[in-house]
């Protein structure tokens, strides 16, 4: 697979995962400021003390604008941030709501206006300066990660306006008549500059100059959107930014040089921190969001006052139950180690929330994650060794396989396994390998080939020579499935503790097998050498255990172009397929060809009801050989809208055995059945899936069908079997 694919798997992994949030994951309703302004206005003037990982808290101190000198017959007046505003709105759906307006609003406004009674038309108006870190909607964990993904305002602080026109004003000023404006300009975000105008209307009453615009522009105008967040929310590109400024003649009148935020109440009521709130999070957030773990780098939950600082984002992400990751439905068969909190759990936060996120403990309390439930911990009987490897920040997603040796003499059984972590904050997921020994032979023409330990490998190991057998004493059966992923046999997700398989299963190892780690790792800073690991529980080959296999069921992927894009070069099906032959060989065209005649249909049956924007497929196979079914995951990619595998469909006996009606590519989780299903030889298995174009209007326009890349897509199961004929 590739780019992400089945991340969050662990094919036998028993143990519960609660606690596994993820940073991309954890966003809300995602709009934000293109506001009226951006350069780096100088970091200096913005005075904000922020670390750099808590971007949650921000100061109030409003920055420094350049000052207008008056000419003769001038008045200049200053923005008054305590009266003033710079507002955003656009429209979101969020976690598949329908479409509201959002909004948000920063006071920390400065700039001046200069004015000359007698002659509105020569009215100057200065670099307008605006400080994004104190920009708040409705939602503060929002507004923390608009800072960070978004606006990187932690980075560049200041927006600026640099207005280069006023046209409309004319005449005379007079006292409490209102003048229609235009005023055009360089708008500046994230060091992207770009024209913007607006209009609106200008009054002068009691001293006090009041000014209303408008303005139309685009997200993707700044690299800031639209925001797509599979599952979660989207926006749409065009964003309306409002400024409402009141502007004084500072020689009058004190012009404050700090704001009060909206966080600067202190509230009380609610139910208790330490006795309600903080076992919630212990138990189901900070495992990843402590110091050091993956989704540190985006939110970080250290402490009582960093929860308090993100209290409207919890509550909105527990009550969507977006939040502990959980994707699969209730349609279908019960599942084992539901991550999904009580609804108690959930009406606590909402209250906790709703009462201004009171702390009955110091802010500085620490939060730690809650120990793992009680269960068998596997042994440590070997620690595989591996050298350093280096990633590189031209490849942010690097996906590196390395070859693990146990260097067996005998058959051996893999019975559990520990996740010996290095560098925690540049791991996203790891799968592991079952390999023979004709592949750790092979693997010696790639591993090393380009001065780092390992190879690259987005769609699994990919080594030639024969796979290992799965049951003891037979040839091993090949089975209609997703090649890179053979023999996959274990994996590791930030939040899983050690896994140990229970006391009548392994994998068999034969003399000269060995494991391939296939590493995912997602840089956001300089990497660090990286020595991840594993540590294995083995049992002798003679010892009676059952062994267990790896099947993937996969369907076909045909997703035509939107209409409006169909003259693009690629959007012809025909020119698609060669440009993945060039890009991937020629299994970029023959994979697609290949599942659509095992599948029995044909592009124009899984096109004909295509919409414009949602795509869909499906695929009847079988169930190889008779066993016991005791897990299963489902895989897409960045398009993915929902997933469903059914046993015996549309019979009286019909078992749906997964069912994610909200697909979520950050999410790839295996799901262990609570009551392992048997299943014979022959029976039906209908595997279900379907894409929608809108979670990534900007991708360039092309056909897209089962492929190796990231924008590419996929369809497939994976599910774990216990074969009956073992003894």
């Known amino acids: 697979m590739s780019d992400g694919d089945a991340a969050e798997l662990n094919e036998l992994e028993p143990t519960r995962r609660k606690g596994s949030l993820k940073v991309r994951s954890f966003v809300l309703g995602g709009v934000l400021l293109v506001a009226a302004g951006a350069a780096l206005f100088t970091w200096r003037q913005a005075k904000p003390v922020i670390e750099s990982r808590k971007y949650a808290n921000v100061t109030y101190e409003v920055p420094v604008a350049p000052k207008l000198k008056p000419a003769d017959g001038e008045t200049v007046y200053r923005i008054d941030p305590s009266k003033s505003s710079l507002s955003y709105e656009v429209q979101e759906r969020f976690a598949g709501k329908k479409t509201s307006s959002a909004s948000g609003t920063t006071s920390g406004i400065a700039g001046d206006i200069a004015v000359d009674p007698t002659d509105l038309a020569a009215t100057r108006i200065g670099t307008v300066v605006v400080n994004l870190e104190q920009l708040h909607s409705d939602n503060n964990l929002r507004d923390a990660r608009l800072r960070l993904d978004y606006l990187e305002s932690h980075k560049h602080p200041l927006a600026t306006f640099e207005p280069d026109e006023v046209t409309g004003l004319k005449g005379e000023l007079a006292e409490g008549k209102a003048q229609a404006f235009t005023m055009a300009g360089d708008l500046t975000v994230k060091e992207i500059t770009k024209p913007v105008r607006f209009a609106g209307t200008a009054t002068l009453t009691d001293g006090a100059l009041t000014v209303k615009a408008t303005a139309d522009t685009k997200l993707s105008d700044f690299d800031a959107g639209p925001i797509r967040i599979a599952g979660m929310v989207s926006t749409d590109d065009d964003a309306e930014l409002t400024l409402e400024l009141t502007a004084y003649d500072p020689t009058e009148r004190t012009i404050p040089t700090r704001i009060s935020g909206p966080d600067a109440k202190e509230p009380t009521g609610g139910p208790s921190f330490a006795k309600t709130v903080q076992p919630i999070l212990e138990a189901n957030c900070v495992s990843c969001h402590n110091t050091g773990q993956m989704g540190a780098h985006a939110l970080t939950i250290d402490t009582a006052g960093d929860a308090r600082g993100v209290s409207d984002g919890l509550k909105t992400v527990t009550t969507l139950k977006h939040m502990p990751p959980w994707p699969a439905s209730d349609e279908g068969v019960p599942l084992k180690h539901k991550m999904a909190l009580t609804q108690a759990e959930i009406d606590a936060i909402a209250r906790w929330s709703d009462a201004g996120a009171p702390l009955d403990v110091s802010a500085e309390a620490l939060i730690k994650p809650k120990p793992t439930e009680p269960g068998p911990t596997p042994r440590k009987d070997i620690v595989l060794d591996r050298p350093a490897y280096t990633g590189s920040l031209e490849n942010t997603n690097d996906y590196r396989c390395f070859v693990l040796d146990p260097k067996l003499t005998k058959p ?261 059945l609570e009551t392992p299903v048997h299943v014979k030889a022959g029976q039906p298995l209908r595997l279900e899936c379907s894409w929608d174009r809108s979670a990534d209007p900007l991708r360039p326009p092309k056909y897209i069908v089962f492929a190796e890349g990231t924008e590419d897509e996929m369809c497939f199961a994976t599910y774990a079997l216990i074969p009956d004929d073992q003894g």
């Open 412 to 672: 051996t059984y893999l019975t559990g396994y520990t996740f010996v972590g290095d560098q925690m904050e540049e791991l996203h997921h790891a799968q592991v390998f079952h390999i023979s020994g004709e592949q750790v032979a092979s693997s010696k023409a790639v591993d090393g080939k380009d001065g780092e330990p390992g190879w690259g490998c987005y769609s699994g190991p990919s080594l030639q020579g024969k796979r290992p057998s799965k049951v003891p004493g037979r040839a091993p059966k090949r089975d209609v499935g997703f090649s890179g992923q053979a023999n996959l046999v274990a994996g590791w997700v930030p939040g899983q503790g050690p896994s140990d398989f229970g006391e009548d299963t392994g994998i068999l190892m034969e003399p000269g097998d060995a494991l391939v780690l296939q590493l995912h790792y997602h840089y956001t800073g300089k990497p660090v050498p990286d020595r991840s690991t594993l540590a294995l529980q083995l049992e002798p080959g003679t010892k009676d255990l059952k062994a267990l296999r790896v099947i993937n069921p996969i369907g076909p992927v045909e997703i035509p172009c939107a209409p409006a894009d169909q003259d693009a070069p690629l959007c012809d099906r025909t020119a698609a397929l060669a440009d993945n032959v060039k890009l991937y060989g020629p299994s970029g065209a023959a994979n697609e060809a290949g599942l659509l005649m095992l599948c029995g249909r044909t592009p124009e049956q899984l096109t004909k009801d295509f919409d414009g924007q949602v795509a869909a497929s499906s695929c009847d196979q079988s169930v190889p050989e008779d066993g016991t079914l005791v897990a299963v995951l489902g895989h897409m990619h960045t398009l993915g809208k929902s997933f469903r595998l059914t046993l015996d469909a549309d019979t009286e006996q019909e078992q749906v055995l997964l069912d994610i009606p909200e697909w979520s590519f950050d999410w790839q989780m295996n799901y262990e």
